[in-house]
């Protein structure tokens, strides 16, 4: 893991001021010579930098997206809790951790961030972004940041704005957070069970009734307590307890919520996504509750250069980490295409 030090002033979209920002990346492979082999990757809420770890067999040795030929770079967004500046991070003012105080962030200031790194990697163009669910709304709103950068586009389950529905489910979250006695305490572990509670709520739309009612079934019909299911849940919240924090769900579900293409530029959605030219596949998975097949395919029938796939899988939302050798057949095909 590597380390960028910005040691000036960086505004955030909302007029606030971060004294310094610091943001933590992963590169796999080397630059070649005419700085043509970059992969760029825009990771998801609870995602780290090392994408090569989250996003196993779609990127790495033997993948589609291979550090034998290309330059991968992924750094863990503005506001996370994995050694970016975010709520965890030293107030400079203060000489403490932000906590509550730090500034609201939105999707196009973590893209400034991570134009500020591309910058200091000496990068020019980026060959492919590629990001999947929130990681595709910094890779939106980057190509209308910097239009001539990009070269190539990948979204997968992910939308050019935050639908009613994504607000709702993150509100239901926050409100589980701020339920909790310990939330906005001055220490690390605040409101940690209701992030626990949040990540619940999470799990029902990144699954859906299908898939959980074929993999959390008791076999036991007699049973009146301590169903599968809720051990499942419970499960997959204390998982994100001991590897995240509530501050940063908190702060990042509200960026989410924020995330609209056409905000502040006086244009319509479709007008902001005729303006991305560049070559685009969309996938979508058709059993999405969360970023449902209908977000996807808005995209490819407002961009001027996009094929949507559509692909079947049992999982949801999270077909898209999951999923990975049908979406390594549909984007190597893409790839090969456009190259």
């Known amino acids: 893991m590597n380390l960028f030090e910005y040691g000036q002033p960086f505004a955030l979209e909302n007029g606030q001021i971060l004294p310094q920002l610091s943001l933590t990346y992963f590169t796999y492979g080397k630059l070649n010579a005419d700085k043509s082999n970059v992969v760029w990757v825009c990771h998801a ?22 550090p034998e030929k290309h330059f991968i770079v992924c750094a863990n967004i503005l506001g996370s809790c994995y050694g970016s500046t975010g709520p965890l ?28 790194l591309r910058q200091h990697l000496g990068i020019d163009k980026i060959h492919l972004l590629m990001g999947g669910s929130m990681g595709g709304y910094q890779a939106l709103e980057w190509c209308m940041m910097e239009r001539n950068v990009i070269e190539n586009l990948f979204l997968i389950a992910t939308s050019p704005s935050e639908s009613a529905w994504g607000v709702a489910v993150h509100t239901a979250q926050r409100l589980a957070i701020e339920a909790d006695s310990t939330w906005l305490e001055h220490k690390p572990d605040a409101g940690s069970k209701g992030l626990k509670a949040a990540r619940a709520i999470g799990m029902l739309t990144y699954r859906n009734y299908k898939i959980l009612h074929e993999k959390q079934t008791d076999p036991d019909p007699d049973k009146i307590d301590n169903f599968k299911a809720s051990s499942y849940i419970i499960y997959q919240g204390d998982k994100l307890v001991n590897r995240f924090n509530a501050y940063s769900y908190w702060l990042l579900t509200k960026a989410m919520d924020s995330h609209h293409l056409a905000r502040g530029r006086n244009i319509s959605l479709q007008q902001a996504l005729q ?65």
């Not at 996003?55 to 589609?64: M, R």
């Not at 094929?307 to 939302?317: R, T």
Request: charged share 15%; aromatic share 8%; hydrophobic share 40%.
């Open 89 to 116: 991070s030293i107030n400079p003012a203060t000489h403490q951790p932000y906590y509550s105080s730090f500034p609201s962030v939105t999707i196009r200031d973590m893209v400034n961030a991570n134009i500020l």
């Open 45 to 66: 809420l609870t995602a780290n930098a090392d994408v090569a770890d989250w996003w196993k067999g779609l990127i790495g040795e033997g993948s589609v997206i291979n």
């Open 275 to 339: 303006s991305i030219h560049q070559n685009t596949l969309v996938i979508g998975i058709n059993s999405d509750i969360l970023c449902p097949l209908d977000e996807q395919k808005f995209i490819a029938e407002n961009m001027p250069d996009a094929q949507l796939i559509a692909i079947d899988s049992a999982y949801g939302h999270d077909g898209f980490i999951i999923e990975t050798k049908q979406i390594t057949e549909h984007l190597s095909k893409w790839l090969n295409d456009i190259n």
